[in-house]
């Protein structure tokens, strides 16, 4: 019945280049001494050697199909060179009727993950140094490839990204805690000062949601930066809604998740033991999740333009009832493409270009008027705590960072092992950006944490 297989087997080792590689191989002692042991013979026709090579392969990606880690990087690979995922959203400079009762407006919140493993490999350091770092995670994936758990796939927080997160939880922490009331925690973005809208965030005064792509470093980055809130609130009541159409905007296998639908997310093994900190991870992590959004990994259909879309209704459904507020815990890529669909095609706001910085935390309004017309005004964007990147202070602002963290590992031990006790961040011109505005002015009231 596969008699029709050798012609075409025959056919396809007679291609150029197929003919020549598979001459080369057939030439080869090593390759001849394994068909001697396998075959018999240390020649065999070119058509017969593709046939086993292709056998081999096949065998290959079935046992991988049976391997979740395995299924992903078929997965990943067909992603990479298939995906059209950069396609957005065309800005337009329609002016939507703000004043109209008609008019739909929300709260936005956009905080980003701090560095992750993927981004300490490729994106940090010297690069001539790249190939051994590359090599060492290499290792170490190696070694969790039957675990739920990876460096490159859905990649969690690096030990930097975790003292980010802690970063701009002490910041947070820090501001004065602003009681708004009569409906005060609903005005615009730009009605109100930092400390009000930090006392949104923390859940100290108005009603708001948190929702979070499935991917862990952003999701961890939420838990440590937003865990004074999480230990206050009531699990049942305030949980971090997951969502697929979150998910990072790129080709990389680090945006895609190791999260099945529906599923929750499991915390990632150098979280889950870190001291002091990794029972309250573990206990987030099985107890705060709300997994309805959670519809597994984009697909080849999921363009960016259909998550946007899909993010914009649930986030306009919200204005229907009495929230105040979104945070989104997501990914640079994602929140500066969302910027550059939402403002206006003219505009030449920061945040069309650059990146916001790793666990930057920037507030904003979103508006839809009843002609459909869909805008962030740029005079509404605040920047909270860090702000967006500076390309060209971007290697010194880094290497100043790491070095302030150094010299003050003699005093502090490393996030792995210690009890996470870390000064609030200083305002320095050469550190993340914290909100300059602290004082209240929304008509409440207002003390000092």
């Given amino acids: 019945g596969l008699g029709w297989v050798n012609p075409w087997l025959r056919w396809l080792a007679a291609q150029p280049p197929i ?4 001459t080369s191989l057939s030439s080869a002692q090593s390759v001849q001494a394994l068909c001697k042991t396998v075959l018999g013979t240390p020649t065999v026709p070119p058509n017969v050697l593709l046939g086993w090579i292709i056998g081999v392969l096949l065998v290959y990606f079935m046992v991988m199909m049976m391997i979740p880690k395995g299924r992903l990087g078929i997965w990943g690979f067909i992603y990479f060179f298939l995906s059209s995922d950069q396609k957005t959203r065309k800005p337009d400079d329609a002016n939507p009727d703000i004043a109209a009762a008609s008019c739909k407006r929300m709260k936005v919140v956009f905080i980003r993950h701090g560095e992750s493993e993927w981004n ?19 290792a170490q994936e190696f070694l969790m490839f039957f675990d739920q758990d990876s460096l490159f796939f ?9 003292q980010q997160s802690w970063d701009l939880m002490s910041f947070l922490a820090s501001q004065p805690t602003c009681t708004l009331e009569n409906g005060q925690a609903s005005r615009p973005v730009k009605e109100l ?34 865990s004074p809130r ?26 895609l998740s190791l999260t099945p639908k529906l599923a929750a997310p499991e915390i990632p093994a150098t979280e889950a033991n870190l001291k002091h900190m990794g029972d309250l991870m573990s206990h987030f992590y099985r107890t705060r999740f709300d997994k309805r959004h959670n519809k597994g990994n984009k697909t080849l259909k999921q363009k960016a333009i259909k998550r946007q879309e899909e993010f914009v209704k649930w986030l306009l459904d919200q204005a229907k009832g009495e929230t105040d507020m979104i945070v989104v815990l997501g990914h640079s890529l994602w929140f500066r493409e969302f910027f550059k669909s939402y403002l206006p095609k003219a505009s030449q706001h920061v945040a069309k270009k650059e990146k916001m910085v790793n666990c930057g935390c920037i507030a904003f309004d979103f508006y839809k008027d009843s002609k459909n017309v869909y805008r962030i005004p740029p005079d509404s964007i605040k920047e909270i705590y860090g702000g967006f990147a500076d390309k060209s202070k971007k290697t010194k602002v880094k290497k100043a960072w790491r070095v302030a963290h150094n010299c003050a590992s003699d005093s502090r031990r ?4 210690r009890a996470f006790v870390v000064p609030v961040p200083s305002r320095r011109a050469d550190g993340p950006r914290a909100g300059r505005e602290t004082s209240c002015s929304g008509g409440g009231s207002c003390t000092q944490n």
């Fill in 120 to 138: 300490s490999v490729f994106n940090e350091g010297p690069k001539l140094t790249m190939p051994f770092r590359f090599l060492k995670a290499l």
């Fill in 193 to 226: 000062d930092v400390a009000d809208l930090v006392s949104i965030i923390r859940g100290d005064t108005g009603r708001s949601i948190v929702v979070s792509s499935i991917l862990r470093r952003a999701i961890s980055t939420g838990f440590i930066s937003l």
């Fill in 414 to 417: 490393s996030p792995s092992s």
């Fill in 19 to 22: 003919d020549g590689v598979l």
């Fill in 154 to 162: 859905d990649s969690p927080l690096s030990e930097v990204g975790i």
């Fill in 230 to 255: 999480f230990l206050k609130t009531q699990k049942e009541k305030d949980k971090v809604q997951i969502m697929t159409c979150l998910q990072e905007i790129s080709r990389n296998v680090d945006t």
